[in-house]
């Protein structure tokens, strides 16, 4: 069985949606007349990919489903470089599957906020990507409080064995052909305990348009009860370890 969500509401996770980053050949972007680059402006909900995650059993090693392309259009599934400076670019990044707890505050987050790529940095204070969607994943909270942010949550599912890198014939950057359905799977890194224990699976995607290069992010849920079911977007509580699951 797969589930397939298609728009994000609110009491419930949106297990659908869409960061464009405004397109043309240039993305257009936030900015303040001399303030500089302030990051790419986001838009939510759009169903041109439909991603569906497959039930992953009681003891899964692995997270699989598909991706849907309803349109006349071929999408490249990856994350867009962002430039460093001196000439060099982040390398292309790749989806992630992880937990239906960062999949909230992600799509949340990106509703009222700009994408701004990498934010860490070296020794040096050179900007560093940090692979696969980490990049999006933002150092802050839409659901929770300032003393939870996204990417904790995220580091928690990894440290239990709940996230992995979705492949599609092997590849981490792959095409969706127009009108076309393309299966993802991705293996599940270690549990530190040993024990992955019980949680609703999320796969999330970037994606761009070839015609009009603009960018989405694409997410779909497992088709079963959250056990860790995460705040309501908007609340004042902050993603507990309950909420990244038991």
């Not at 392309?69 to 867009?80: G, I, L, Q």
């Not at 009222?112 to 909270?141: E, H, I, M, Q």
């Not at 999320?202 to 995460?230: H, K, S």
Request: charge should be negative; hydrophobic fraction near 35%.
């Amino acid at each position: 069985m797969t589930h397939s969500t298609r728009c994000a509401a609110r009491g419930a996770l949106a297990a659908s949606a869409a960061l464009a980053l405004v397109a043309g050949a240039t993305p257009a972007m936030a900015q303040v007349p001399g303030g500089g680059f302030a990051g790419y402006v986001v838009k939510v909900d759009d169903t041109s990919l439909v991603v569906n995650v497959d039930l992953k059993g009681d003891d899964p090693s692995q997270v699989s489903g598909t991706i849907e392309n309803s349109t006349e259009t071929d999408f490249r599934c990856e994350v867009p470089q962002f430039n460093l400076g001196d000439g060099l670019l982040t390398e292309l990044g790749y989806g992630q599957v992880t937990t239906a707890a960062v999949a909230s505050e992600v799509i949340e987050y990106y509703r009222t906020r700009v994408f701004t790529g990498p934010s860490d940095t070296n020794a040096n204070g050179d900007l560093v990507s940090l692979g696969s969607l980490y990049d999006v994943f933002p150092s802050g909270s839409a659901i929770g409080s300032s003393e939870t942010d996204t990417r904790t949550a995220h580091n928690a599912a990894k440290v239990a064995g709940r996230t992995g890198d979705p492949r599609v014939g092997g590849g981490l950057q792959f095409s969706v052909p127009a009108e076309q359905t393309v299966n993802y799977s991705a293996v599940l890194g270690p549990s530190a305990t040993g024990d992955r224990g019980e949680w609703r699976a999320a796969a999330i995607f970037m994606c761009r348009n070839v015609q009009t290069n603009d960018w989405f992010l694409y997410t779909g849920l497992e088709d079963i009860e959250d056990p860790n079911p995460v705040p309501e977007p908007g609340s004042s509580g902050s993603l507990s370890a309950g909420s990244l699951g038991s």
